[in-house]
């Protein structure tokens, strides 16, 4: 083999790799999922819990989901679903929320939401609140959610 040819070689293949990892880099979850309305539900100092809602739209072809989410508002932060238990409604904590190639993932009260527990102070309308979502993949997307009041009868926020 002619050097030139040896050398040329090298550059398709250091092309080909930079190719590959460029691709890699632009399908990242926290690319390919647009995070849509997100917001905080208000509640007065002295409560101690919270939660965030947002819709998740997935426009890759990859599915992706959340495995995890802080928040500097609270001491712990959860992902959590509602259950029907005995005619009530319970949250339960979950390992992640998917988000299916090419569709969208509502987190709303009474079903999906970001659980942020031992808030520091109360959280009033208006306010916004930093959250991190974290990607199967380790890739992280930092919104900023206002905080809204919404009715939600507190019986049925039982854990
Ligand atoms: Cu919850």
Known sequence: MKPVNYISSIGLVLSMLFGVTSSMASDTASKAIMVQNPHVREVPAGQPNSAA??????????????????????????????????????????????????????????????????????????EKVSITLVYEDGSRHEISAPVRKINMPMKKMVH
């Open 53 to 126: 809602f947002m819709t998740l739209m997935n426009h890759s072809g990859v599915n992706h989901a959340v495995v995890s989410a802080e928040s500097s508002v609270a001491k712990v932060v959860e992902l959590h679903t509602h259950i029907k238990e005995g005619g009530m409604m319970k949250m339960r904590r979950i390992d992640k929320i998917d988000i299916s190639a090419n569709s969208k993932t509502t987190l709303k009260p009474g079903g999906l939401h970001v659980m942020l527990i031992g808030l520091k102070e109360g959280l009033t309308a208006g």
